[in-house]
């Protein structure tokens, strides 16, 4: 979408500009942020908000979870036809239904191979022990895709929406792991900000989940919750409170029915 790609547009160019003279980061000047320890650097704006991870978690969740859960798992890909055969390809059902397993970036082996896996595959087997994502993710897009070659539609639909319900719990499960982390490290600003930069993005991503369990509303509320303000330009994690970051933690983990594992991830 024009909107989303206008967002990454403007934060590649600001850390372009930004990147021409790093100094030290501080409230107001963009710049890099070091942790207590002196074990972790990082490059953030002027907010405290880390280039790195906003721009490639956020477009694991404008790009590559979009693709999947709201373009090739959706009913327009999901009507394509399914009688035709091209070879190393498969009808255009099947086609498109490996597509949306593409965007998981894990071995067709996974979880039995786990070399290798990039993008949203390191957090579906990140949060494995808590949410047994591997196997509900992985026998999910094994399940459906033998009911296209078996055309059963409707074991295909059972299929796509844990699909969309597993991945989404993926992405809310690394945003509590974040918060977190921020809370325990709350006063090494660094690993604050790197933190926040990893949940606002994993929050963000759940949006574009057709299926999803919370509503853009409740995501532009959490975002502002955090940051002060949903835009990415103009959160601010120098400002960001203990208290503003469990309050989104507990609102996230009622929704999700994670209230037991909250502090676990």
Same mark, same amino acid.
């Given at each position: 979408?024009?909107?989303?790609?206008?967002?990454? *547009? $403007?934060?590649?160019?600001?850390?372009?500009?930004?990147?021409?003279?790093?100094?030290?980061?501080?409230?107001? &000047?963009?710049?890099?942020? &070091? !942790?207590?320890?002196?074990?972790?650097?990082?490059?953030?704006?002027?907010?405290?908000?880390?280039?790195?991870?906003?721009?490639?978690?956020?477009?694991?969740?404008?790009?590559?979870?979009?693709?999947?859960?709201?373009?090739?798992?959706?009913?327009?890909?999901?009507?394509?036809? $399914?009688?035709?055969?091209?070879? @190393?390809?498969? &009808?255009?059902?099947?086609?498109?239904?490996?597509?949306?397993?593409?965007?998981?970036?894990?071995?067709?082996?996974?979880?039995?191979?786990?070399?290798?896996?990039?993008?949203? @595959?390191?957090?579906?087997?990140?949060?494995?022990?808590?949410?047994? !994502?591997?196997?509900?993710?992985? =026998?999910?897009?094994?399940?459906?895709?033998?009911? %296209?070659?078996?055309?059963?539609?409707? &074991?295909?639909?059972?299929?796509?929406? %844990?699909?969309?319900?597993?991945?989404?719990?993926?992405?809310?499960?690394?945003?509590?792991?974040?918060?977190?982390?921020?809370? =325990?490290?709350?006063?090494?600003?660094?690993?604050?900000?790197?933190?926040?930069?990893?949940?606002?993005?994993?929050?963000?991503?759940?949006?574009? =989940?057709?299926?999803?369990?919370? !509503?853009?509303?409740?995501?532009?509320?959490?975002?502002?919750?955090?940051?002060?303000?949903?835009?990415?330009? $103009?959160?601010?994690?120098?400002?960001?409170?203990?208290?503003? %970051?469990?309050?989104?933690?507990?609102?996230?983990?009622? *929704?999700?029915?994670?209230?037991?594992?909250?502090?676990?991830?």
């Amino acid at each position: 979408e024009t909107s989303q790609q206008a967002i990454f *547009d $403007n934060l590649l160019q600001d850390a372009a500009e930004d990147s021409q003279s790093l100094g030290a980061a501080a409230e107001g &000047t963009a710049g890099i942020i &070091t !942790s207590l320890d002196n074990s972790k650097s990082y490059f953030v704006n002027e907010n405290g908000l880390e280039y790195a991870q906003i721009i490639e978690k956020g477009l694991m969740g404008a790009c590559f979870f979009y693709q999947a859960t709201g373009v090739y798992l959706e009913d327009d890909k999901m009507n394509l036809d $399914n009688t035709q055969v091209t070879d @190393g390809r498969g &009808t255009e059902m099947e086609h498109a239904w490996d597509e949306a397993f593409g965007y998981l970036g894990v071995d067709k082996a996974f979880p039995t191979v786990i070399d290798n896996i990039r993008f949203w @595959g390191k957090y579906i087997n990140g949060r494995n022990t808590l949410l047994s !994502s591997n196997t509900h993710l992985m =026998n999910a897009f094994l399940e459906g895709r033998a009911a %296209i070659a078996c055309n059963d539609y409707s &074991t295909r639909d059972n299929m796509r929406a %844990i699909i969309k319900e597993e991945w989404e719990k993926v992405s809310i499960g690394s945003a509590l792991h974040y918060l977190n982390n921020a809370i =325990n490290n709350y006063n090494d600003l660094a690993i604050r900000c790197h933190a926040l930069s990893e949940a606002v993005a994993f929050i963000y991503a759940v949006q574009f =989940n057709p299926q999803s369990n919370i !509503s853009s509303i409740q995501v532009v509320n959490y975002l502002e919750m955090i940051g002060g303000n949903a835009s990415f330009d $103009n959160m601010n994690f120098y400002q960001t409170t203990i208290e503003d %970051i469990n309050q989104v933690k507990d609102a996230l983990a009622n *929704d999700y029915g994670f209230n037991d594992i909250k502090n676990d991830f």
